[in-house]
């Protein structure tokens, strides 16, 4: 393999990464939203800071393994990852995990 296709499939790969990780990050935030009811302002401040997160982590990929240079085909690769996160895992990680956070904080309580 050619070492600029090479480079072009591991930036695409860091980029699904971020992408899936940025989606992994926000259903964290619906866990803790279905156990804690939040008014709205807390709502906003949640999205603001995930958006700051989330930022910082699609640049770091693209720094680290593009030199810091943002492309269009980037953001189109980290899309990608949050979608594959979104059809294949999210809405199970967030039941499971809702359930699970359920039942620790029962049983801490429940002690």
């Known amino acids: 393999m050619y070492a600029s296709v090479q480079s072009e499939a591991v ?14 990050l926000y ?28 930022a910082v982590i699609i640049y770091t990929a693209a720094y680290l393994k593009n ?3 943002v492309r ?5 690769c980290a899309v990608l990852g949050g979608a594959a996160y979104a059809f294949v895992v999210r809405n199970r990680f967030v039941n499971l995990g809702t359930t699970l956070l359920k039942w620790l904080i ?3 309580l429940w002690l």
């Open 72 to 76: 269009l085909w980037g953001f189109f």
């Open 11 to 24: 930036f695409c790969l860091f980029s699904f990464a971020a992408g899936a990780i940025c989606a992994f």
């Open 27 to 54: 259903d964290l935030i619906r866990i803790s939203r279905r156990i804690v009811a939040v008014n709205t302002s807390a709502v906003g401040v949640q999205d603001i800071l995930f958006l700051v997160a989330a």
């Open 67 to 69: 030199g810091g240079e």
């Open 106 to 108: 029962n049983g801490i």
